[in-house]
């Protein structure tokens, strides 16, 4: 059993920056990929960056490339997802996950609660 809670979320600028953390419980962190998607009001749940078990590997949607970077601290038992240049679009709840290296949901088994980022103008 993984348990995962989001913080860092809140009010940013448009252009600004945010940084998002995600600690994991338990001992078996560096065994999941981590993920982190999205769901903006209306819409589904979207992929938006993956790092793999030791962070070697890591995948982000075109949407985000070059913006956002994920990273990972095994011996802290956190992901954190690095967000630059935000723009309006980029207005969600953001989960982070863990689970295999995939950009599908039904690929993650955990998920944390959820955190409010928004951007304005």
């Known amino acids: 059993q993984v348990q995962l809670v989001e913080s860092g979320g809140g009010l940013v600028q448009a252009g600004g920056s945010l940084r998002l953390s995600c600690v994991a419980s338990g001992r078996t962190f560096s065994t999941y990929s981590m993920a982190w998607f999205r769901q903006a009001p209306g819409k589904e749940r979207e992929f938006v960056a993956v790092?793999?078990?030791?962070?070697?590997?890591?995948d982000y949607s075109t949407s985000v490339k070059g913006r956002f970077t994920i990273s990972r601290d095994n011996a802290k038992k956190t992901v954190y997802l690095q967000m630059n240049s935000l723009k309006l679009e980029d207005t969600a709840v953001y989960y982070c996950?863990?689970?295999?290296?995939?950009?599908?949901?039904?690929?993650?088994?955990?998920w944390g609660q959820g955190v409010q980022v928004t951007v304005s103008s």
């Open positions: 996950a863990a689970g295999a290296y995939a950009i599908q949901r039904s690929w993650y088994d955990y």
């Open positions: 790092i793999s078990r030791s962070g070697g590997s890591t």
